[in-house]
């Protein structure tokens, strides 16, 4: 049963399918980790940008992920009225905890209910030059619809690494999360910060819908599969640490790779929730956490 | 406690006008139909006993629902067993969840215990799915047995559970007119504040989560009679998880008749919804309904009612 050959390939797929991982989680990771904004509707947003790249596909034979780089301004303006709203019913109130977690379990809902309204339950899929070739080294095959979304997926965690640390936004959004009324001391509005890292967040879920749907194709129910990897991948990385969000996602994806490999597909999503509860349970603070 | 009696009797009457309801011959597709609505009752209001007593957020309802389930198809594969021992191992199988999910509560608070309840719901599901005697990814049959004790099954089924929704709400009315309901409280609005009070804040989450999972377990334990087929999606649907939180939320969670408020308005209109309408359709009707009503009316119709009498 066990092979050398086996063990490669499963080592390069997970470690391919970490990088996309990291991709799809950045965005919880700034809103969730950073911001502490419970919003479990982030792969339904993930989701809708796959559907985006989709449409574009079909149509027009967009490649789906200059669709993705398109539609994050969109998914900003989305992300910023979200936020909006989330604040002033909720966050202003203080009233966050409870009816904040409710009203993003609704959004995800009706988010999902409306992609199978408009486009059913068929699995749909893009079309590309990319995503049919593969490369071999040594008996190790690389797709190239893994590859991709895996090279896309480490250079947005280096960007919003970059644009945490180095920009005048970033570094306010790092300090809205530590002390809202220090900021707000200097001179600095906390809910405008709070906007734009929620937009930010959102738009990231385009890019990562391009890649999901580059990868394998999509359902609407597709979002579901990724709220417990997103969450798993956010705590065990460490909550608002970019760089965990990396080493969390490749983790993910080499331990679910193994369990596909070894055990069979059917058991690769519990592996998420699984290391999801022992890391709650045994290390909240996660690998890289404060 | 000297108005338990009274509710007793009125528990009682609702049973009683339930079967007087069964001798009527009336279309038979509208017990069909009540079922779900009745389920809904008891889901709802064993969601809230955690959820709106306690303030913890449970996403994992369709975890302890199939739990409840599965149990039942278990049980009914391995010795034939009758319904009412199906009910009551379904309840304690989910129950025995519950405590587990319970003392989870000891590391988890607020998002983090919500999350790790999703979880357990897929965990779960992958365990049945890769579990092939009671039926696997593929689902499994079940053959109702034949001679219910009057009635068609179907209203046998809409009988049992009417009086399971009776029980279920005399518990939540039980729990929060006691020092348990109290105590529940002031957990919920402040933990830390209710510990250093004095507050049995842990015995007090265990009977929370334990008495919820029991009776979501009791919920799920007559669904393969009812359906008398089981596959994983069906009875670890999405739908559960939102409408077990939609329908508290939307009735008002701080009173045991908000559940029950909500459950009969929101299952009357999704039923409806979906004979009329489409099932797709009815989903979205339900995720709109909650949002606006966590966004507008946070204390449910109960508030509503509330604010227009201080007026």
Redesign the interface.
Known sequence: MFSWDLLANAVVSGLLLGGFYAAVSLGISLIFGLLEIANIAQPAFVVLGAYAAYVLNNAYEVDPILTGLAFTPVFYVLGAVVYRVYYESFERRGDEALRGLVFFFGLLFILEVSLSLKFGVDYRLVQTAYTKTSIEFGGVGIAFRYLVPCVIGVAMTLALYLFLSRTFYGRAIRAVSQDQQALRLMGVNPIQIKTIAFGVGIAAASLAGALLICIAPVIPSTDRDYIGRMFAITVLGGMGSIGGTLVAGIILGVAESFMATFFGPSWSLAVSFGILLIALAVRPAGLFGR | MARTVPALIVGLLVVAAGIGLVTLRVNPYLYFAGYVILQYVVIATAWNIL?GYG?Y?N?GTPAFFALGAYTAVFLIQSMKAPLPVLIVAGGLVSALLGLGIGY?TL??R???F???T???S??LQ??I??WEYVGG?RGISVIRPSGPPFGNYVVFLFTVMLGLAVIAVLVARFIERSWIGRGLAALRDNEEAAECMGVPTLRLKLFATTVSGFLLGVAGAPFPYYVTFVEPNSAFA?DY??NA??MP?IGGTTSWAGPVIGAVLLGTAQQLATVTISS??N??I???V??AF??LA?EGILGLVRRLRAR
């Open positions: 959820g303030g957020v996403f989870l590391r988890l607020g998002t983090f919500s999350i790790a999703l979880a357990l897929v965990v992958t365990m799915i890769n990814s999405l998880a939102v939180l939609a939320m797709e359709l989903l979205f339900v995720g709109v909650l949002v966590v966004v946070p």
